[in-house]
């Protein structure tokens, strides 16, 4: 069992408040102001998008320097990169996708775009990489072969597993937006494509809790799926209210019960044993004051804090007592009383 956990946020976990719908209602930081204050509020890993990190404008001779002058940043304020995941979604030639975009120009710009990523990652210290396939889809689904979309997916990872001997894939899945239907919608489907690569031991899973609810599913049952299978190396914890956009809220700020059950399966299955950290995915609320735009992750980890105790000090026996009665009404009541804090 793990109950000292370290944390980690994106970059864009500090943003100005912008959504489809408004522009920014907060000043726009950069990226040294970002990680400061990624450090003060006392996380231990950052997460980049690859032009987080090095931004695209950047010719390909200075990338390697540009990444240098990131990692003395982090390493300045005491933080370490947790991955860095390629932007496959923004560049208007990945309009229709970017792996199994219908364009071949698409098609190598992804590519060059994950290696590139890699390089920037082994500048940053960081062996893992998030794939997030998030145009890898159709708007309709006569508009791509989907036998055809799977080979390109399967050679997109082996590509990039032979470009770099030592890094790691982390394939994080969401079943909807951008694109109206996605290819792998699930972890479970991910990771049957990983078994299919020149080498599975390197491809595996970031599990954000948001993107299972998305999926209809139980968050803490999809993390102990990927654990079961040696393949949980990331998670993003947040929470989502039901089924619509991708709400990046608070952890545990919809439904305490279910933010409970993903910390004690991280708990009691010692999670983080292999330098896996807690990622926190969340959003401010875009009517957050600039001064204490912070609060969603600090907030965020507190309560992953608080759970860990919970889940140290629930009486286990009890637990298996109600199980073994099959009295499962009384174990529902018991775990409620136990989140009240009257167990
Ligand atoms: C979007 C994803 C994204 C990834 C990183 O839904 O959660 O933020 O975590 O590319
Ligand atoms: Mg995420």
């Known amino acids: 069992m793990n109950t000292r956990f370290e944390f980690s946020a994106g970059v864009w976990n500090i943003n100005a408040g912008e959504d489809p719908f408004g522009p920014p209602v907060r000043p726009q930081l950069d990226l040294a102001t970002k990680l400061r204050m990624i450090s003060s509020i006392g996380f231990e890993y950052v997460q980049f998008h690859d032009d987080d990190a090095v931004p695209m404008s950047v010719p390909a001779a200075y990338v390697e320097t540009e990444a240098q002058t990131v990692s ?20 208007p030639l990945f ?16 590519l060059d775009r994950g290696k590139r990523t890699i390089d920037i990652a082994n500048v940053l210290g960081a062996e893992r990489i998030v794939l997030w396939p998030a145009r890898e889809g159709t708007y309709v689904r006569e508009a791509k072969d989907p036998i055809v979309a799977h080979d ?17 894939l982390l394939g994080e899945m969401k079943p909807n937006e951008p694109m109206d239907l996605m290819y792998l919608p ?21 599990i ?3 993107h299972s609810i998305l ?49 004690d399966v991280l708990v009691q299955n010692n999670y983080g044993a292999n330098g896996e950290v807690v990622g926190l995915d969340v959003k401010a609320m875009r009517t957050q004051p600039a001064e204490i735009a912070t609060k969603h992750l600090t907030n965020s980890r507190a309560l992953v804090e608080r759970l860990v105790e919970v889940s140290v000090r629930i009486d ?27 167990g």
């Open 95 to 110: 309009a229709d996708g970017s792996i199994t975009s219908n364009d071949p120009k698409a098609r190598l710009a992804a």
């Open 316 to 342: 286990r026996e009890a637990w298996r007592g109600y199980i073994e009665a099959r009295d499962y009404e009384g174990l529902d009541a018991f775990i409620l009383h136990a989140l009240m804090g009257l």
């Open 208 to 210: 954000e809790a948001a």
């Open 186 to 206: 699930s972890t479970g489907h991910f990771l049957a494509l990983a078994a299919r690569t020149a080498d599975p031991t390197r491809v595996g899973a970031l």
């Open 72 to 91: 003395k940043m982090c390493s300045d304020l005491g933080l370490k990169v947790e991955f860095v995941a390629p932007r496959l979604w923004e560049d």
């Open 215 to 263: 999926l209809g599913l139980d968050p803490s049952d999809e993390m102990a799926f990927a654990l079961w299978h040696g393949k949980l190396w990331g998670v993003h914890l947040n929470d989502q209210n039901g089924l619509k956009f991708d709400e990046d809220k608070s952890f545990g700020s919809v439904n305490l019960r279910r933010a409970f059950n993903m910390v």
């Open 152 to 168: 390109r997916l399967l050679g997109y990872l082996d590509n990039l597993l032979d470009y770099d001997r030592h890094v790691r």
